[in-house]
């Protein structure tokens, strides 16, 4: 399914999104000028699939392209429509226009422009948050919530912007080690410090539930009087996010973290997933595993989601849903 950046919904129409076609169906592993991608997914033992992402190899022209993955809680419409938002919301950035008109010239990319990209990709998640919410309130959706983990590639910068547990991991060649994995992104959690400092100030509390391991979850300051009523308030996992329109109020953020590094001939893969895989793969064995299977000709993305479905059945853990973007750098 490939669509213009505006996804076929009408949301955002020009010139800036029409060049840009954006697929949002699994991919098989594809050659492009820079790189080659491969996207796979399974809904897991879930009843619904609400893992979404999109994911543009050739964004203008083929030194630049945009891959992200979303993760949805309480239902799959704040992740539906989100994989539609963050992109034309980039495109149609002042920064990413000031970004363009310095890259005419430049032969390596410059602290300014770095700076743009980065700005450029904060401004897009808050901006797409704040249509996603208008969103929900005109469909009454209070808490349908999602995670989000981007990476912007270009002008030979790669920035990466995330909210929630979805994460971005770089596998990079060193001299002594061979492939070293690391992270781009760290999960937001409710119990981290700035994090509750920010819940708490809001109105809202952290709570720990008991039926789901102990793990802290923001709660509304309204929770208590919202079930005296009959109704169902919900709680999340995270503590950043797109979406979650009634706990926007009691500290669930939409400001996410932003990071560049300038790509140079040492990074070699890219994996953006949904905590589906991160819950049961370290970032090194999905590195090593998404790596073999491209050595013996397999489909990488494939073979990451099958090790971590074969994880969680070897460990007797339902499977949640799995999403793994796998890009191989040129």
């Known amino acids: 399914q490939m669509e213009g950046a505006t996804g076929g919904s009408g949301q955002r129409e020009g010139p800036a999104t029409e060049a840009c076609n954006v697929l949002y169906e699994p991919l098989p592993l594809t050659e492009f000028p820079r790189w080659i991608v491969g996207v796979s997914q399974h809904i897991g033992g879930r009843r619904t699939q609400e893992d979404r992402f999109a994911v543009c190899p050739e964004l203008g022209d083929e030194t630049a392209a945009f891959f992200g993955v979303w993760d949805g809680t309480v239902d799959d419409f704040a992740a539906d429509q989100v994989k539609r938002l963050v992109l034309p919301q980039i495109l149609s950035s002042q920064h990413w226009a000031s970004f363009q008109a310095l890259q005419a010239d430049a032969t390596s990319p410059s602290e300014e422009q770095i700076r743009l990209l980065e700005v450029c990709m904060h401004e ?11 969103m929900c309130r005109e469909a009454q959706n209070h808490y349908s919530s999602c995670t989000g983990v981007a990476v912007l590639v270009a002008g030979g910068v790669l920035t990466v912007a995330h909210l929630g547990d979805s994460r971005a991991a770089l596998g990079v ?15 937001h959690k409710p119990d981290q410090p700035l994090e509750r400092s920010r819940i708490e100030e809001s109105g809202g509390s952290v709570e720990y539930l008991h039926d789901v391991f102990n793990k802290p979850f923001i709660r509304g ?8 009523r009959g109704e169902k308030p919900m709680q999340l996992q995270y503590s950043r996010a797109f979406g979650g329109k009634d706990l ?25 997933a949904s905590d589906g895989i991160w819950d049961i793969c370290s970032e090194e064995t999905a590195m090593c595993v998404a790596v073999d299977a491209a050595h013996r000709g397999q489909e990488a993305g494939q073979a990451l989601v099958e090790y971590t479905l074969n994880e969680y059945a070897r460990l007797g853990i339902a499977a949640d849903n799995v999403t793994a973007v796998v890009v191989f750098f040129k």
């Open 124 to 134: 897009s998640f808050v901006r797409a948050d704040e249509e996603l919410v208008q």
């Open 173 to 187: 060649a060193q001299e002594d080690h061979g492939l070293v994995a690391e992270f781009l992104t760290r999960d």
């Open 221 to 228: 300051g309204d929770f208590t009087e919202r079930k005296a």
């Open 248 to 272: 926007k109020p009691y500290g669930l953020s939409n400001v996410p973290d932003v990071k560049s590094l300038v790509l140079g001939k040492q990074h070699k893969v890219l994996i953006i």
